[in-house]
């Protein structure tokens, strides 16, 4: 539309000035466009660094290529700096863990799985995703349809200490039965949860599963118009923009 806008001013300029005007075209100096343009460059910069500053993360590395969104399944892929924001965070739980045979699980986000594989290839991380075209991920995949939500391998039940999950609608229904899977896989003991999902579910979120909005806003490649929010079963500290307390 921009596009479009743009060509018919400057197709009415033309259409009005090119037989005669030209000469009363107002010219900049060299010493101004160079100004001009070192104003454009700084401006660009600053927003850069405002959204470094707004997320306290800034991207690095490649991004992650991912089969194409289908949206009929409700998918909308992270952006690269939520993807590493988040899948930074999951390898820093893992560090913290005295288990050195810890094990992840990411239902319904295959975004935050391909991201940690790349950042830690080691890491044991299954998807649970309904999705088949991410079979090609092998024994990592896991069959998985919210409206069965304990109908797992056993080999899964409580095995997890780190269970991030995105339900794939914001309705009361697909968080009631995500929350059972989560308890499903979730290990007895201490385990780490986090939740991708909107804002619209804050409360229901904090009844269900007693977690809490951090500061850190996730993005979504396809710019969403819902506002996301991540919750956390543990207080991150200073990562993630830290708990957002009332």
Not at 98 to 105: D, E, H, I, M, T
Not at 151 to 161: D, T, W
């Given at each position: 539309m921009e596009e479009e806008l743009d060509k018919s001013r400057s197709g009415s300029v033309l259409d009005r000035d090119d037989d005669d005007d030209d000469d009363d075209l107002p010219m900049l100096s060299s010493h101004a466009l160079a100004a001009l343009k070192e104003f454009i460059e700084e401006q660009n910069q600053?927003?850069?660094?405002?959204?470094?500053?707004e997320t306290g993360h800034e991207e690095s590395g490649?991004?992650?290529?991912?089969?194409?969104?289908?949206w009929r399944l409700s998918q909308f892929w992270y952006d690269p700096l939520t993807a590493e924001t988040v899948a930074k965070e999951v390898i820093a739980l893992l560090g913290?863990?005295?288990?050195?045979?810890?094990?992840?699980?990411?239902?319904?986000c295959p975004t935050l799985y391909a991201y940690i594989?790349?950042?830690?290839?080691?890491?044991?991380?299954q998807l649970l995703e309904y999705d088949k075209r991410f079979e090609q991920y092998g024994s990592d995949f896991t069959f998985y349809d919210y409206n069965q939500p304990e109908?797992?391998?056993?080999?899964?039940?409580?095995?997890?200490?780190v269970v991030v999950a995105d339900p794939p609608y914001l309705s009361k229904e697909c968080l009631e039965k995500v929350t059972e899977t989560i308890s499903f896989l979730a290990t007895p003991e201490k385990s780490h949860l986090l939740l991708l999902t909107g804002e619209v579910q804050r409360d229901r979120v904090a009844e269900l599963l007693g977690l809490h909005p951090c500061g850190f806003r996730p993005r979504?490649?396809?710019?969403?118009?819902n506002e996301f929010r991540l919750f956390t079963s543990y207080d991150p500290g200073m990562r993630l923009g830290g708990w957002e307390l009332e």
């Open positions: 600053l927003n850069v660094e405002k959204h470094s500053e490649e991004k992650v290529t991912l089969v194409a969104e289908d913290n863990n005295s288990n050195p045979s810890s094990r992840v699980a990411c239902i319904a594989k790349k950042i830690k290839p080691n890491v044991f991380v109908e797992l391998p056993s080999e899964l039940k409580q095995a997890f200490q979504h490649s396809s710019k969403l118009g």
